[in-house]
C-alpha cells in the first residue's frame, strides 16, 4: 500500500527562522511525483513545490526548498525566513501511477510562525 | 497555476433536502476531477473520481446513492448531496486535473445540515 506519513502534528518557528516539516512515504514505484500542499485558514489548497523522482536534484521555490532522499524515502520541506504568512497546514502528498494518480495525503503538519 | 472554481462557498440546509455543489475548471479541460471531503484539523479524504462522460469511482466506504457526482463535461462536475443529515456537514474540496502531475484545487464549500 502506498503511505504517507507525516510525524510533526504541530510546529512553531520565529519570524525570519528557518523550519523543517518531514515527511516519509512508502511505494514500489521507481518513478513518481511528490508534492507539498499549503492550507492556510482560509482552506484554499495552494501548491508549494514538487519533486520528480528520477531528478537527483533537489526542488526549490523562492524561500521553499526540499531535501528529497529517494532510497530513504524521504521528502522533507524547509521553509527559509518564516514570514507569517506561512501559518497553515501543510500536507505531503504523493500520486501513485497504480491508483490512477490519485493523491495520496500525509495526515498533515500545523505550521504557526510566531512574531 | 490554473484555477478551480466552486459554487456555493458555504451552504446551510435544512435535514433531509439534497445540495449540489458545482466545480469548474476555468481555463483548462480536465478529464478527470476529484471530490474530497476534510473534517476540522484533518487531511483531506477522497470520496471519488470524477470522469467524464463515464460514471464515477467512489472510494470504499462512500455510500454512491447519498453522493451523486456527474461530470457533464470537460470543464463541469457535481456532487449532490442528497437527503443531507447533520453528519453529512463538512467542508467538501473539489479538484481537477490538469496532467498527472498536475492537480489544481478548488477553494471548497462549507456544507452545514441544520
Known amino acids: 500500500a502506498q503511505t504517507v506519513t507525516q510525524s510533526q502534528p504541530e510546529m512553531s518557528v520565529q519570524e525570519a527562522e528557518t523550519v523543517t516539516l518531514s515527511c516519509t512515504y512508502d511505494?514500489?514505484?521507481?518513478?513518481?511525483?511528490l508534492f507539498w500542499y499549503k492550507q492556510p485558514p482560509s482552506r484554499q489548497m495552494i501548491l508549494v513545490i514538487r519533486?520528480?523522482?528520477?531528478?537527483?536534484q533537489n526542488a526549490t521555490e523562492n524561500r521553499f526548498s526540499v531535501n528529497f532522499q529517494k532510497a530513504a524515502k524521504s521528502f522533507s520541506l524547509k521553509i527559509s525566513d518564516s514570514q507569517l504568512g506561512d501559518t497553515a497546514m501543510y500536507f505531503c502528498a504523493f500520486p501513485p501511477r497504480s491508483s490512477n494518480y490519485k493523491l495520496t495525503f500525509g495526515k498533515g503538519t500545523l505550521l504557526t510562525v510566531n512574531p | 497555476g490554473a484555477v478551480v472554481s466552486q459554487h456555493p462557498s458555504r451552504v446551510i440546509c435544512k435535514s433531509g433536502t439534497s445540495v449540489k455543489i458545482e466545480c469548474r475548471s476555468l481555463?483548462?479541460?480536465?478529464?478527470?476531477m476529484f471530490w474530497y471531503r476534510q473534517f476540522p484539523k484533518q487531511s483531506l479524504m477522497l470520496m471519488a473520481t470524477?470522469?467524464?462522460?463515464?460514471?464515477?469511482?467512489?472510494e470504499q466506504g462512500v455510500e454512491k446513492d447519498k453522493f451523486l457526482i456527474n461530470h457533464a463535461s470537460l470543464t463541469l462536475s457535481t456532487l449532490t448531496v442528497t437527503s443531507a443529515h447533520p453528519e453529512d456537514s463538512s467542508f467538501y474540496i473539489c479538484s481537477a486535473l490538469r496532467s498527472y502531475n498536475e492537480q489544481f484545487f478548488g477553494p471548497g464549500t462549507r456544507l452545514t445540515v441544520l
Open positions: 519533486q520528480e523522482a528520477y531528478k537527483q
Open positions: 470524477s470522469n467524464e462522460g463515464s460514471k464515477a469511482t467512489y
Open positions: 481555463d483548462f479541460q480536465a478529464t478527470t
Open positions: 511505494t514500489s514505484e521507481s518513478n513518481y511525483y
